[in-house]
């Protein structure tokens, strides 16, 4: 929530932090609760949202975005995932894993096409790489894209799709040429209404229970050689190109999850006596909130380290894979130890659903598994720091 000598915000950086906040407290959090229990997608919610502009905060206008930078992006998604982490996995697909790969390998037809609904928010986009056999090992997938003539026709199935049940469009991860391996793989834009397409079993999951995750269905479904996206071999690159932004997205919904675990904490701290003082009084628990702040403010800084990277990286091009593997590593990690501290903070009441608590605790846990695991990401940095 704090601004950082390292990285001052701009009037428009606190406006859009301004402007999320205020949205996710009065809108997002009365709904947060009931959604969660009822494992229904919040419509309504995400398509205000989209109204907003959080949809397609760094596309630019000309595609129905907001056409801001990667730190108003961070900053709003954060703002967010604080008040509902299942509302910010909805608004971090559609921007990063969705619209960025578009917009750095479409073709200007595929940005007027398959951004504009979905960056101004009357549509929702989807992503889909894993399949039920490959989830870390991505490149090892089986799915088949075969050219016929003028299309390519899709087989086989894919799952773990978040917003999978009600997405419109979709940049779907096929193999092409599997001699090739991870350079044989081609990435396709696919309209959700495509014949051949359905959806599948929808993963009854622990958190974000209130974003819809499923599987895709594809028996021969014909798609136009016009939505490949980028050339064929290229989709490994354009994939993990794409989960840097992803992962840059991931860790700000941790940092929300965790500074949501903390605020709370810290009310109860105050308010809560035992043993004739307040329970903050005591250094067992007084410990728990620096530890948790300590590491809230890191995580902080790896991810605007992150943010400000890829923002670099429009003009210089280069790559910010381990400033994202990072900030996804240890924000995520953050959130998990700092929504553990709060349910132990708040003892029996930490474990009741009457309090928002237990919420943080389940929907922190996936932050360390999806858009690569905390293994996944270990091996990224470790690749990238021994060679
Ligand atoms: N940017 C650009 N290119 C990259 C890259 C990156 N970040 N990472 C790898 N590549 C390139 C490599 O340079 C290499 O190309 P060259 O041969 O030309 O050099 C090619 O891709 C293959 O790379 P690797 O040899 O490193 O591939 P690998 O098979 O060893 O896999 C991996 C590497 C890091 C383990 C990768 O498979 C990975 O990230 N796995 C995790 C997948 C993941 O995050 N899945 C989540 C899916 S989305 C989701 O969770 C659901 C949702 O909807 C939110």
Known sequence: MSDTALFPLSDEHKMIREAARDFAQSEIVPVAAQFDESGEFPKETIKKMGALGFMGIEVPETYGGAGMDTLSYVLALEEICKADAAHGVVMSVNNSLYCHGILKFGTEEQKKKFITPVASGTAIGAYSLTEPMSGSDASNMKSRATREGGFYLLNGTKSWVTSGPVADYFVVFMMTDPAKKAKGITAFLVDGKTPGLTRGKKEPKLGIRASATSELIFDNCKVPVENRLGEEGEGFKIAMTVLDVGRIGIASQALGIAEAAYEASVAYAKEREAFGQKIGEFQGIGFKIADM???????????????????????????????????????????????????????????????????????????????????????????????
């Open 293 to 387: 702040k300590t590491r809230i403010e890191a995580a902080r800084l790896l991810i605007y380290n992150a943010a400000l990277a890829k923002e670099r990286s429009k003009t210089s091009g280069e790559r910010f894979t381990l400033q994202a593997s990072t900030a996804k590593l240890f924000a995520s990690e953050t959130a998990m130890f700092c929504a553990h501290a709060a349910v132990q903070i708040h003892g029996g009441m930490g474990y009741s659903r009457e309090l928002p608590v237990e919420r943080y605790f389940r929907d922190a846990k996936i932050t360390e598994i999806y858009e690569g695991t905390s293994e996944i990401q270990r091996l990224v940095i470790s690749r990238a720091e021994l060679g």
